[in-house]
Every structure is written in C-alpha cells, then in structure tokens.
C-alpha cells in the first residue's frame, strides 16, 4: 500500500486547520485596518455635520476657537513637506545604495552599512530634537525665522534615507549575476552596466523603497512638530513655517474639545485619503512599468 | 524602547527560569491583586484637566495617598477645558482649571490652591530689557517687524505663539484683548519647554510661558531673560503677592457640594502641608 500521508494533495484534517486559522488571522488583519477607518469616521463624523465638508476647504484659516477650520493649507504642508523630502533623499538613498553595492571597497561599504542600518534604528524624537536645537538656529541665522519647510523637508530626508537605501541594497542583492556576467561579457563598462541592466532590473524594489519612505514621510509627528513651526498657511518660499496633519493632531488633540476634536480626526482621515490616494497611484506606476517592460 | 522589550521576553521564553523565580513572582502577583482590592474597597479619586497643574496635583495626590492608607488618587491630564467639563459630567470627581473661571462655570464648587504666571521671554543676548502692553500687542499683530523700532538690534522678530486651546494661549490673548486671528506668528508651539528651546536657538524670537517654568531654566544656565510687564518684574514674588498683572489662578473644582473624599483633598491641597510641593513646581502657593 502507499502511504497517502506524504501526498501533498490529499486534504489532510491538519491542513483545513491550517488553511482556516490562516485565514482567520488574515482576516484578523484586514479588519484592523477597515475598523481603523470606521473609528475614524464615526469620530469624524460631527464635524462633517455641524461643520460640513465645504468649510474645510473654504473657511478664512484655522481658529478652532472662533469655528472656523480651513484645512487647505496643511494639506499643501503635509503634500510639499513630503514630495521635498523623497526628491532629496531617493537620489541619495539610490545612489549611496549602489555605491555600496559596486563601487565601494569591501573595508568601507560594510561600515558604511552598518551606519545606516544604525541611522534607520534612531528614534524619530531625536532628530526632532537635532532639528531643533542645531539646524533651525543655523536656518534662523540664514534665513529668519528658522523653523520653517526646509528644517521639516532636511529633517524628513535623514529619517527616510536609510529606508530607500536598504530596501535599495536588498533588491540590488537579489539581481542573478548571469545579467551581470552577461553585461561584463559584451563589455560594458561599470557605469553602463548599472544604468542599462541593473537598475531597470531592480527598478520594483527601488519603486517599494520610495513608497516606504513616502509613507513614513506622510506619517511622521514629533520631529515634524518640533522644527516646522506648525503656523498654519500655504507655504510661499522654503523658509515659510508649515503645518503638516499629523502635526496638527500633535498639537490640539490634547486640548480639543466638541467640534474641534473632531475636526482634528477629520485631519486624520484626509491623511488616511492622501495615503490611499498614493498607493493606488503607485500601484498603477508599478502596472505600468510592468507592462512596459514585457513588451 | 520597543525592540528591547521584545528583547528580554524573547530572551525570557529561550531560558528556563528557576522555580524561585516563579515562586517570587507568583508571591508578586498575588500581594499587588490584594492590594488593588483593597484599594477599591476604600475610595478613588479621579482628577483631569489642566496639563499645568497635573504634576503639582499627581504629587499632592502622592502625599494624600500616604497620610490616608487605602485611597487612590489617579491623575490625568487633558486641558483645563476637559477639568470643567469632567467635573461637570461627574466623569471626574476633580477638575484642574489653570485659567479663571467664565460666569456661567460658576456654577461648580471651586477652591483656589495655588498662582501662576506668564511672561514674555527673550534670548539673553537681546538688548531689549523692557517692553510696554502696547509694544508687546504691536509686536504680536505684525505693526512691528523689527527689533530696532522699539530700541533693539536692526533683526527681524520671531513671534512665538501657542497652538489652541492651550490655557496659557487664552490667558494671553485675554491679557492683551486680542483675538487668534489677529496674531501673526511665526512659530506656534506646543509646551512650555519647546517655547524655550525656541527662544534658546534664536536670539531674536520672542514668545511667553509660565514664569514658574522659565524661572527654573532661566536659573540653570538657560539663556532667557524673563520681562517685566508694566515695570513689574516677572518673578515668583510678585505673582504670589498678586501685583504681576499676568496671572492666573490654579482651581480645583468639583460638583457642588463636594464628596466626602473630594473636599478633604482639596482642603489638603490648600493646607500649607503642600506648599513646598507647589514651590518645587515653580508655582506660587496661598498666603
């Protein structure tokens, strides 16, 4: 007789457990995220009532105390505050992953690793706290008042940089070195290597590595709150104060009460529409990409 | 903090732990669970508001704690709005109010423990050491840019002003009749401690905080320099004896008439028993 409890496609009583207790979890998961939204809807939902949607788009500014809750201009803070950030930190982060990966020598690039595994473990307290006390007085020097979007966009491009280069470093890593070989074998230099054959290979990786720090740009508080100045208005120059959402919730939730309060979790679902917004537009990229690429 | 955590109870379930250890902890369990029971079966004091007055009142509590065995008292912050309305709705047996009272809270059961004062501060290095209400409101609405115009150095100024809802915000703004929307700041802040380093980082910024607050730094080597209001020096002095024009009081209130619990603990907190504790804050305490 043979033994069918090797058969991999026979349906075992164990692998229903399985299959269900994943799913179970899996589903566990998922509603997380649905029951996040659902709280902030319901949170939120005073506001759109006594408030109405209209208001946060054309009332005269932000003063809870006198109902008005024009939110436009930290929609613009978050949007710029992050969109500087990634175009200052993907360049670096990309390049100082394949300097890493190809150019540096072994005695070097591992440090150097190191060093920026070490910078993607800091805490986001402690670069506020840099910001504040170093690059805001050097900004202030400079360019008056100090805490304004270039100290939020320098601040935010330190703390996503390590995340664009180590995911970088990982899909780098993963490229089969046939192609590699294969490049050397037509020889092509190093430099045409990498622009034609490595990183067209690793642009997904690369494309998750931007999203990532995307993401983490958007949803930064504490060194956001401590170095942009959070004075509400659409920033004209770099040397504006800016206040982003997330800072925005730092800052009142504490003290907000009625509709106040519940204008502040508004702010937190346009933060959670920003996010879905990205994401759907990065999904459609990456399609786009793909096909583009298969053909 | 996180990682660590998860460190030492990944570390934990790798090591067997001896039967002492269990035992000890097991023993650990039990006496706090007693304990907590017999707490709740003596009384709880539930205090929120104000976040200027939580430390002082956590404190007190500690003391009261001490001196009346089986009592709690739990201490949460939230504004001195959320104080009136906790006290209001019986959410809270206390409220903390940092700011006096408007007519239609009175109302509640208040007791007075305390003073506190705000001034302006200014970076040592400003050579600017007195400015009169109306400069300070010129200043404030954006009529004046310019250190030079009230006799400083030719440097934009840096206005500092407080996010909303914040106490200390709407005891400035009452101070100088102006309204939010009026102020043209360059940096709001959230607490006292970020106004200072603000200031600390700019020698032209100006802003204001409790005097308690910007005493202490100012005393330890933090480069600030507290101003006068109406050729009155900012100091703890002349907020006790009432003569510092921008002050507020500190008030503990609570549905009238108080329970039981609640009024021997505001009795206690008004009792010169506590006043090194508000000294130890920096704020003023009762004649």
């Not at chain 1, 009583?13 to 649905?34: E, K, M, P, Q, T």
């Not at chain 1, 500014?61 to 992050?82: C, D, F, H, K, V």
């Amino acid at each position: 007789m043979i033994s069918s409890s090797n058969n991999i496609l026979s349906h075992f009583h164990s692998d229903r457990f399985l299959l269900w207790s994943l799913r179970f979890l899996a589903l566990i998961a998922g509603s997380l995220l649905v029951l996040i939204v659902l709280f902030l809807l319901h949170e939120s939902l005073p506001a759109f009532q006594h408030i109405g949607l209209r208001s946060f788009f054309a009332d005269e500014g932000w003063y809870p105390s006198e109902e008005l809750y024009l939110l436009t201009p930290i929609l613009w803070g978050t949007i710029w505050a992050t969109l500087g950030s990634i175009m200052l930190a993907a360049p670096l982060g990309i390049s100082s992953a394949v300097c890493i990966q190809y150019y540096a020598p072994p005695f070097l690039a591992k440090p150097y690793r190191r060093l920026v595994e070490l910078l993607a473990g800091i805490p986001s307290v402690v670069f506020g706290l840099w910001g504040l006390v170093v690059l805001v007085p050097l900004i202030a020097r400079w360019q008056p008042p100090g805490p304004s979007l270039l100290a939020g966009i320098l601040v935010l491009s330190v703390m996503i940089l390590p995340t664009i280069t180590l995911v970088t470093l990982a899909s780098l890593a993963h490229i089969p070195a046939s192609s590699i070989h294969s490049a050397t074998a037509l020889g092509l230099g190093r430099w045409s290597i990498i622009q034609r054959v490595i990183l067209p290979t690793a642009k997904a990786g690369i494309f998750t590595g931007i999203f990532l720090g995307v993401a983490r740009a958007l949803g930064e508080t504490m060194a956001i709150l401590m170095v942009c100045g959070n004075v509400v208005q659409a920033p004209s120059t770099l040397f504006d104060p800016i206040r982003t959402l997330t800072a925005n919730i730092a800052l009142e939730m504490a003290y907000a009460l009625g509709n106040h309060r519940s204008t502040l979790f508004v702010s937190g679902l346009f933060l959670m529409v920003m996010v879905v917004v990205f994401v759907i537009m990065a999904e459609g990229l990456r399609h786009r990409e793909a096909h583009a690429g298969s053909r | 903090m996180k990682t660590s955590l998860l460190k030492s109870i990944a570390y934990s379930t790798n090591h067997q732990l001896p039967t002492p250890v269990w035992l000890a902890g097991f023993l650990f369990i039990v006496i706090t669970f007693s304990q907590t029971l017999a707490m709740a079966t003596q009384g709880k004091l539930v205090i929120t508001g104000s976040s200027t007055m939580a430390p002082l009142v956590a404190e007190i509590g500690k003391r009261f704690e001490a001196q009346h065995p089986g009592t709690r008292v739990d201490v949460q912050t939230g504004g001195s709005s959320r104080g009136l309305a906790d006290a209001m709705n019986s959410l809270a047996d206390i409220g903390m109010v940092s700011r006096a009272l408007k007519p239609q809270e009175h109302a509640l059961h208040r007791a007075i423990i305390a003073h506190d004062g705000i001034t302006l501060i200014l970076h040592q290095d400003n050579p600017v050491h007195e400015l009169t209400n109306e400069q300070i409101k010129a200043i404030y609405t954006g009529a004046i840019t310019n250190w030079k115009r009230v006799g400083g150095l030719d440097a934009p100024i840096t206005v500092i002003n407080k996010a909303e809802g914040r106490s200390t915000l709407e005891l400035f703004l009452q101070y100088f009749s102006l309204t939010n929307r009026q102020i043209q700041a360059h940096v709001v802040i959230g607490d006292n401690e970020q106004g200072i380093k603000t200031v600390e980082g700019n020698p032209h910024a100006i802003g204001y905080v409790s005097i308690g607050t910007a005493q202490y730094d100012a005393t330890h080597g933090v480069p600030i320099r507290l101003l006068p209001l109406q050729h009155i020096p900012a100091t703890l002095e002349t907020v006790r004896n009432g003569t510092f024009p921008l002050s507020r009081p500190l008030t503990l209130v609570s549905k009238a008439p108080p329970t039981e619990l609640a009024q021997t603990f505001i009795e206690f907190s008004q009792s010169p028993a506590v006043h090194d504790l508000i000294l130890k804050q920096y704020f003023v305490p009762l004649p």
